[in-house]
């Protein structure tokens, strides 16, 4: 008995022994690897954001939010956006159990892959992204042979991707997105047989055909590969990925029939093949049943929508736009519970629409316009109170609006011209509350014009229909109205009195009768005024020489008598035609001119006092020698004596005073141009115009027969600039036209008189930052075919680097450094590529007294950008750009206005209230653009604004380390 107990305690002392032994031993490892924590972070130079790591004697590192660990040995490093600037040191791998190793988002550097992670041998996950890391991937990184992700993304790895990478048997997740490798993407990557995600996006540097080999991958849910050169046609086997859900083979080169195979994977959702040059018919067997969004836009597809496509319950969004599609649509569309958008324009699609379409889905967007389709648009389309936007111009679709349009308060936009419907508009339409632009040009519309508009209407155009009745003065006053354009009705009464924010207003070949309104005080947003064939008497007042942004007068073909009030020469016009009516005396002597010849056609009562042979008017002087019995010519002969005598008085008065009335223009440039002055002043005209507001109008202008484009910008600047300004102003001219920078618009010319700058630039295709962010100031652009396009953050960010580059050039490499003075989204111009070039180098604001600054109307538009310094000093430098600059990144990452933080503050303002509130940097970025994988990016680059924003010049940096840091967010772009 006393033996038994007696090796029964042996045995648990040596039990106990044991467990002693085992603890101490595990405490031990635990300090090691504890060792290991410490000597990185000193490694890393005791960054900041490890502040908390500081020695203790038992296993509490695991606590660390950094550490994983697992039976208190560390399993996983993660260091996500940790602003670390250091290596990856082979002495990681001594933490034997390492399985994850995460260093997303810091300023890593290596010249080479780190390969001394190798010797973590349990490593599952790896993610190097956006770091510094430079290098081919090594032909041994099968030597990883556990991991299960491996994240690349945003680094400099270059080289060819190894075929080896395909015996990474145990890998679920690969993204290669945004280095800068070369070659073609390796075939074996299709042996990666456990695979569910493969993001291979923006690398522009790789040409690759689509790999075969990757139908093999039954797996894969997710493959991401827009934008990286894919050429050739995409293989069959591609529907051979039965696992797969997301699709994006966008912007690529891809070629050839889209395999019937494509949407044969039975959970696909998402589809992107927009943007390629698929030719042939879109598949039509569809088993994927949940397809969610089908893009294919953009291609140069033939033949019909598969019936198919009638079975997608789920299908929210169709974009088949700019195709060469053909046939009717299928009525079973109309049928689709979940379709919210439907993108058809720019085909050939004939037949009526789908007459259920809007009665069964919440359509918010139906874009249809140029194709052949016939019949009346679907009564239903309204019926969930949704649709927002009816873009069905250039087809040949009849009858009436449906009725519930009178009642559809979610409509913003209603683009139908050139059809053939007829009818009157539903009375609830015309004041509709959200209605912003109503385009019913080109149709047989009959009726008469409400007694007031959408409060929010900023574009009316019903030329060439059969409206008829007064213009009542609600519609002409309304307050938001920027163009109305009614030609060619059967319009009657008078001429409407006010005007209020008019800029365009055409009224020709109507049954317009009276006299023109003397108070038009009312009238001085005029840009354009056509009131040519209608019946209109009485003599032209003299105020209308008072308009000061008047560029296009069209009178003719009226009952105008007496004389051209000599006032109208003062104008600044570029069109004028008095053709065709009964006036009287000289033409104003600004007017002698050839442009002018074909001004004042049949007037037998004109003369001029300089008549040339193109004129064709009579001799003031001479007429009155009563060889002719004419009546007009003898009364116009006595008058046209006073005249001259009164002009002479004028002109001797003008000579004094150093005066010059004489409009001619000239032109600095510092290049050698492809066109003419005259090509330029042609081209503006009110069909040109792109854009107004801000300290001028726009005009886009084809000026040779090259077809070679240039945007002209019109600034109007009221007085006479003084000897000094002008001189400066030119002066700069010639600097600007001399710059040749890829981020700055290639200033070609300038054309000036007294009284306006004409200032030529390159055209750009893709119109101004503003345009694409806040896009109500799109109501500007007609029917453009871009509507479409969201700016995604990617874009975003190029365009902000772009700017930065082009300003930095400005301040940094130009001596004297050169301030823009007017930095904001609208001074922003984009080409095809999103490329960003800046607009206006210092020339707008040399036209403004700083005085004036904060009254001008010229500058409104720039309100909210800028910098609290400039109202205060005349002594101003590079700073004040930036702050403008920092307004712009306020806007890109929040998508809000510069002038709109809330009621009475700026985005800047509102900005930092923001975060002196302590409110999260997520909640104020904008939701449209807002998605995990930027958060981050998104997040640095709105701090950068707030610290462009700061109220002291000298807190806020140089454009150059803006670019800094700039560079450092956007990977694909860094080099250096
Ligand atoms: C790794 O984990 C195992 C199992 O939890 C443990 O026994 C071993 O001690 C750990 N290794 C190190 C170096 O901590
Ligand atoms: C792995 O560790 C061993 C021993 O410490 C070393 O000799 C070897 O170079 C390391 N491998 C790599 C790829 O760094
Ligand atoms: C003015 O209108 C008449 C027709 O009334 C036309 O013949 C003439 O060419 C027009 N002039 C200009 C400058 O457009």
Redesign the pocket.
């Known amino acids: 008995m006393k033996r038994t107990i007696l090796i029964f305690l042996h045995f648990s002392i040596c039990i106990g022994t044991f467990f002693h032994f085992l603890s101490h031993a595990?405490s031990q490892?635990s300090a090691q690897?504890q060792g290991i924590l410490l000597n990185l972070k000193k490694l890393w130079g005791n960054p900041e954001s490890l502040r908390h790591w500081i020695p203790t004697n038992s296993s509490s590192h695991c606590s660390w939010p950094e550490i994983t660990c697992?039976?208190s040995?560390i399993i996983g490093l993660s260091f996500r956006d940790y602003n670390i600037n250091g290596t990856v040191a082979p002495f990681i791998c001594n933490l034997?159990?390492l399985t994850t190793f995460d260093v997303y988002n810091n300023s890593f550097h290596s010249k080479e892959f780190p390969r001394a992670l190798y010797n973590c041998s349990k490593l599952e996950i790896l993610d190097l992204s956006q770091n510094y890391f430079y290098g081919a991937i090594p032909d041994d990184i099968h030597r990883m042979s556990r991991l299960r992700e491996l994240s690349l993304e945003g680094n400099n790895f270059d080289g060819n991707i190894p075929a080896s990478i395909g015996q990474l048997q145990e890998l679920r997740k690969l993204m290669l997105i945004s280095c800068l490798f070369t070659g073609s993407f390796p075939q074996e990557i299709g042996n990666l047989s456990n695979l569910e995600e493969l993001k291979l996006v923006d690398n522009s540097k790789i040409v690759s055909t689509f790999p075969l080999e990757f139908g093999k991958l039954k797996k894969l849910k997710y493959l991401w590969m827009a934008r990286t050169n894919l050429i050739g046609e995409i293989p069959n086997t591609i529907g051979e990925m039965e696992a797969l859900e997301y699709l994006d083979l966008s912007e690529n080169n891809l070629m050839g029939r889209i395999p019937g195979s494509l949407f044969m994977p039975k959970n696909l959702r998402i589809v992107y093949l927009h943007r390629n040059n698929f030719s042939g018919e879109i598949p039509h067997v569809v088993k994927a049943l949940n397809l969610d969004v089908i893009d294919l836009s953009e291609n140069k597809l033939t033949g019909t929508i598969p019936d198919d496509f009638g079975k997608l319950k789920h299908l929210t969004s169709l974009a088949l736009f700019l195709n060469q599609l053909s046939g009717k649509i299928p009525d079973s569309i109309g049928h689709l519970p979940g379709l919210v958008y439907l993108g058809l324009f720019n085909n050939n699609f004939s037949g009526s629409l789908p007459a259920e379409l809007g009665r069964y889905s919440m359509l918010e967007k139906l874009w249809i316009s140029t194709n052949r389709l016939t019949g009346q648009l679907p009564e239903h389309l309204c019926d969930n109170g949704k649709l927002v936007e009816v873009i069905a111009y250039e087809n040949q679709l009849v009858g009436e609006l449906p009725e519930s349009f009178g009642n559809c308060s979610s409509l913003e936009l209603v683009k139908i011209y050139r059809n053939n419907f007829s009818g009157n508009v539903p009375s609830g339409l015309w004041t509709s509350s959200n209605l912003n632009m109503l385009m019913l040009s080109d149709n047989s519309f009959t009726g008469e014009l409400p007694e007031r508009l959408a409060w929010n209407l900023s574009r009316l155009e019903m030329n060439n229909n059969c409206f008829s009745g007064k213009i009542p003065q609600g519609v002409s006053s309304s307050r938001n109205l920027l163009v109305l354009m009614a030609s060619n009705n059967l319009l009657n009464g008078t001429i409407p009195q006010d005007l209020s924010s008019l800029t365009i207003l055409l009224l020709d070949q109507n049954q317009l009768s009276g006299s023109l309104p003397l108070a038009i005080d009312s009238w001085k947003s005029l840009n354009t005024l056509n009131l040519s064939r209608n019946a209109i008497s009485g003599q032209i007042p003299e105020e209308l020489g008072s308009l000061q942004r008047l560029s296009e007068l069209d009178l003719s073909e009226n009952q105008l008598s007496g004389l051209i009030p000599s006032k109208l020469g003062f104008l600044n016009l570029t069109s004028l035609n008095l053709s065709s009516n009964h006036l009287t005396g000289s033409i104003p002597s600004e007017f002698e001119y050839n442009e002018y010849a074909h001004s004042f056609l049949n007037n037998p009562g004109l003369c001029a006092n300089r008549p040339s042979r193109s004129f064709n008017l009579e001799n003031c002087n001479s007429s009155q020698k009563g060889s002719s019995l004419n009546f007009y010519a003898t009364i116009a002969g006595i008058i046209s004596l006073v005249v001259a005598v009164l002009r002479g008085l004028l002109f001797l008065f003008s000579l004094i005073r150093k005066n010059k009335f004489h409009l001619t223009w000239k032109l600095v440039s510092s290049q050698k141009l492809s066109f003419t002055k005259s090509d330029i002043l042609s081209g503006l005209i009110a069909n040109n115009l792109i854009g107004y507001g801000g300290s001028g109008q726009v005009y886009r202008v084809v000026v040779n027969h090259s077809g070679d484009i240039v945007a002209v910008k019109k600034i109007w600047n009221n007085r006479k600039l003084e000897e000094k300004l002008e001189k400066e102003f030119l002066a700069e001219v010639k600097i600007l036209s001399s710059i040749r920078h890829a981020n700055i618009v290639e200033l070609l010319c300038c054309i000036s008189n007294d009284n306006s700058k004409l200032l030529v630039y390159k055209y750009l295709d893709n119109w101004s930052l503003d345009h694409w962010l806040h896009k109500k100031s799109r109501a500007t652009i007609p029917s453009s075919s871009i509507d479409h396009v969201v700016l995604d953050w990617p874009k975003r960010l190029h365009i902000a680097v772009g700017a930065a580059q082009g300003l930095s050039y400005m301040h940094h490499d130009c001596s004297p450094p050169i301030v823009h003075r007017d930095v904001k989204s609208s001074n922003i111009l984009l080409d095809l590529d999103f490329n960003a070039q800046i607009a206006d180098f210092g020339l707008a604001k040399i036209l403004i007294n700083e005085g004036e600054l904060a009254t001008m109307p010229a500058v409104a538009g720039s309100s909210g950008y800028i910098a609290p310094e400039y109202a205060g000093t005349t002594r101003i430098n590079e700073k004040i750009d930036v702050y403008s600059f920092g307004v712009i990144l306020l806007e890109l990452t929040t998508g809000r206005k510069a002038n709109d933080g809330d009621e009475h503050s700026s985005l800047a303002e509102w900005a930092l209230r923001h975060i002196e509130d302590g409110k999260p940097i997520d909640d104020a970025l904008d939701e449209e653009v807002k998605e995990l994988c930027h958060l981050n990016e998104m997040c640095h680059v709105f701090k950068l604004g707030l610290y462009c924003t700061s109220t002291q010049p000298s807190t806020r940096p140089s454009m150059k380390v803006v670019l800094k840091v700039l560079l450092q967010c956007s990977q694909p772009i860094r080099n250096d």
Request: net charge neutral; charged share 25%; proline share 0%.
């Open positions: 595990n490892l690897e697992s039976n040995s034997k159990n």
